[in-house]
Structures are given as C-alpha cells and as structure tokens.
C-alpha cells in the first residue's frame, strides 16, 4: 500500500458520503477554479471524517504526467506530496478493477483513465467528482457531481 492519508479499504459507517475524484477535481482545486470550492468542501468533510474521498492511482498518474509535460517533474513532485497530504483514500489498481475499467472502456467511448474512475466509483457506490463532459456517456451507470 502507498503511503497516503489513509488506506484504501473503507469500513466505516455506510451513511457517510464517499466521492470519487477524478483527474479533473484536484487540478481545478490547487488552482483555484471555480469548481474549486465544491472540491474544497468535500475534502473538508472528509478531513473531518463525515466523508470518504477516493483517488484511482490511474488517475494519480494521469494528474502528474499532464503537470509533468507543462510545468517539469519537479512541480509534478510537489503537487504528488500535496495529494498525498489531502484526506484522499489512493485506491491500488487491482485485477477486479482492470476487468471492470477494461469493461467500461469496451462499452462507453471513455478514456482509459476515466474508465478507472468510474470502475471505482461503481465499486464504491459513489458519484465521480468531475467537470468532464465524457462522464455523462456513463451516467446511466455511475452518478457523477458536476463542478
């Protein structure tokens, strides 16, 4: 297990809201756009323990590429310790969620990385955290929270 603010696994009381974020939350977060604020108070409530927020480590990798290739590997660096320090649950990539994101990708004209997303986001029975139009193409299976 990476080391991230807590594990993964998610035991807690089933009335508390789990979101899943998606590659397009934390950016528009650390760079204060608009949607930021709807990103802010969702990890708020789960710095406070009311929510349970999940990152894929796909779409970990796609945020620190897509930094990486605009602003060099030390900012990608930085901005990974700032995720890492979010009250942000990593989710692993494991066999059952390559099969569902393969699935998803076969069957919806998502990215690869969205596909991950939304894999997880129906594993956890949780909305995708998103202001990414292709999101919508899966609506009938996933909530998404628009930002």
């Given at each position: 297990m990476?080391?991230?603010?807590?594990?993964e696994s998610w035991s807690g009381n089933v009335k508390k809201p789990r979101?899943?974020?998606?590659?397009?939350?934390?950016?528009a977060?650390?760079?204060?756009e608009s949607?930021?604020?709807?990103v802010k108070e969702i990890l708020e409530q789960a710095r406070d323990e009311e929510a349970v927020v999940f990152l894929s480590l796909i779409n970990l990798g796609e945020i620190l590429y897509t930094v990486e290739r605009r602003l060099g590997r030390d900012v990608s660096r930085e901005i990974l310790q700032d995720i890492l320090a979010l009250p942000v649950r990593l989710a692993e990539v494991t066999l059952e969620r390559v099969l569902s994101a393969?699935?998803?990708k076969a069957s919806f004209p998502l990215s690869y990385?969205?596909?991950f997303a939304a894999a997880l986001a129906?594993?956890?029975a949780a909305p995708v955290v998103t202001g990414d139009p292709e999101y919508k193409r899966v609506e009938s299976m996933i909530p998404d929270l628009r930002l």
């Open positions: 990476l080391p991230c603010w807590k594990r979101y899943v974020l998606d590659s397009f939350a934390l950016p977060y650390f760079q204060g949607a930021a604020l709807k393969a699935g998803i990385a969205d596909a129906q594993e956890m």
